[in-house]
């Protein structure tokens, strides 16, 4: 793989946390590449470090050493300004819990980034809410949405600003079996044909299936094969 094709690379990262007099080493030395367009799925037990994984790839964790590359500039060697205006430009985040704005609308939830970098666009908006198939639904809020079609709102929120990568934290793990496989399904189609990157968290080995690499943790460690 040459550089140029490598999207995001961490090495040899490390993380613990402490309770009490205990020392949790939650990442123990992972390194591993991601190439441009691909789609990579963490795996792992509840604990195994994979939802700390991610948070530290996407510049929200500092780790304690180690370091991460995203298009050609370490993450954490900036100023945390310079990570924030990362994030809002160049990369999308999806979550478990949906994080909507229970007093906006769909439309004015999708709009929020933009507001942050000074980019507002209702049109980009509009456009963001019908690739996940709510353009009829823009008004609406989100008590007035199912928790699916909540979640789909939450993804036209992280494309809003034309993001080269797109994390996603368990973003079925609120949802029932049918309406997640739904949203994965959407996830992988507005990827691929928009050629971004993307890196999910997920407890369902099942799911994991379906991206270009599925990428198992344990104990803090990688499984299986990184590159």
């Not at 799925?41 to 996407?58: D, E, H, Q, R």
């Given at each position: 793989?040459?550089q140029?094709?490598?999207?995001?690379?961490?090495?040899?990262?490390?993380?613990?946390?402490?309770?009490?007099?205990?020392?949790?080493?939650?990442?123990?030395?992972?390194?591993?590449?991601?190439?441009?367009?691909?789609?990579?799925?963490?795996?792992?037990a509840?604990?195994?470090?994979?939802?700390?994984?991610?948070?530290?790839?996407?510049?929200?964790?500092?780790?304690e050493?180690?370091?991460?590359?995203f298009?050609?500039?370490?993450?954490?060697?900036?100023?945390?300004?310079?990570?924030?205006?990362?994030?809002?430009?160049?990369?999308?985040f999806?979550?478990?819990?949906?994080?909507?704005?229970?007093?906006?609308?769909?439309?004015?939830?999708?709009?929020?980034?933009?507001?942050?970098?000074?980019?507002?666009?209702?049109?980009?908006?509009?456009?963001?809410?019908?690739?996940?198939?709510l353009?009829?639904?823009?008004?609406?809020?989100?008590?007035?949405?199912?928790?699916?079609?909540?979640?789909?709102?939450?993804?036209?929120?992280?494309?809003?600003?034309?993001?080269?990568i797109?994390f996603?934290?368990?973003?079925?793990?609120?949802?029932?079996s049918?309406?997640?496989e739904?949203?994965?399904?959407?996830?992988?189609?507005?990827?691929?044909?928009?050629?971004?990157?993307?890196v999910?968290?997920?407890?369902?080995?099942?799911?994991?299936?379906?991206?270009?690499?599925?990428?198992?943790?344990?104990?803090?460690?990688?499984?299986?094969?990184?590159?």
């Amino acid at each position: 793989m040459s550089q140029s094709d490598i999207h995001l690379s961490a090495c040899d990262l490390r993380r613990s946390f402490r309770i009490g007099p205990r020392k949790i080493e939650v990442l123990r030395g992972i390194s591993l590449e991601i190439r441009r367009g691909e789609s990579v799925f963490l795996v792992g037990a509840s604990g195994a470090g994979k939802t700390t994984l991610l948070y530290t790839l996407a510049g929200l964790e500092r780790p304690e050493s180690g370091s991460v590359t995203f298009e050609g500039r370490e993450l954490y060697k900036g100023s945390e300004n310079e990570a924030a205006r990362i994030r809002n430009e160049r990369m999308g985040f999806v979550f478990q819990g949906y994080f909507l704005l229970p007093e906006l609308t769909a439309l004015e939830n999708v709009l929020l980034p933009t507001l942050i970098g000074g980019r507002a666009s209702r049109k980009a908006a509009e456009e963001a809410l019908e690739r996940v198939g709510l353009g009829e639904r823009k008004l609406h809020l989100p008590a007035e949405m199912s928790g699916g079609e909540q979640q789909r709102v939450a993804i036209a929120r992280a494309l809003i600003n034309d993001p080269t990568i797109l994390f996603a934290d368990e973003p079925t793990g609120n949802l029932d079996s049918k309406t997640g496989e739904t949203i994965v399904d959407l996830l992988l189609a507005l990827v691929r044909e928009n050629q971004k990157t993307l890196v999910v968290v997920t407890h369902d080995a099942r799911l994991a299936e379906r991206g270009d690499r599925k990428v198992e943790i344990e104990d803090g460690l990688l499984k299986s094969p990184t590159f």
